[in-house]
């Protein structure tokens, strides 16, 4: 690997690693977090770190491709702005739900936040197909993830 091709794959690692541990930081498992009933499918708490560890390794991979496969520096730049509109909305999701307490407008964000891993997959699928495939768990997480929202929202409003 050249010096030019190791620089995506740093930088994408890197932000993905730090929007994880900020993202670890704002969530908050506390005794308001376990005093909300949960639908009796919700995964293990355990679970939601295993996951959301190979989601963000998909997609730093993604985010590597995508750099590395955009026909022109505007569409790189347009597919980096994506990426890091989604990491932001990926942590407003997290600072809501937990931080602030607010499950039923972190669902209002969570659709936003689909809305734009949608987007990237489509974006980033015109000129990568595997940037776009390495996505498609992160939109299906998401999606389980709204549906949790939405039936914690039913099982425990209203909120504050």
Do not use: H
Request: hydrophobic fraction near 55%; glycine fraction near 8%; charged fraction near 10%.
């Amino acid at each position: 690997m050249t010096r030019a091709g190791f620089f995506p794959l740093v930088i994408a690692g890197s932000l993905a690693l730090v929007t994880s541990i900020v993202g670890g930081t704002i969530t908050v498992l506390d005794s308001w977090y376990y005093s909300l009933e949960q639908p009796g499918w919700a995964p293990p708490d355990y679970m939601f770190g295993v996951i959301w560890t190979a989601i963000f390794a998909m997609i730093a991979v993604s985010g590597v491709l995508a750099w590395e496969k955009a026909p022109t520096r505007r569409e790189t730049e347009i597919s980096l702005g994506l990426f890091a509109l989604n990491g932001f909305l990926n942590l407003g999701w997290s600072f809501i739900f937990f931080r602030m307490q607010r499950p039923d407008i972190a669902l209002y964000e969570l659709v936003a936040l689909w809305l734009s891993v949608l987007v990237l997959i489509v974006f980033c699928g015109r000129f990568s197909r595997w940037s776009a495939l390495l996505l498609v768990p992160y939109l299906i997480w998401v999606t389980i993830a709204g549906v949790l929202n939405y039936q914690l929202v039913q099982l425990n409003g209203p909120f504050g």
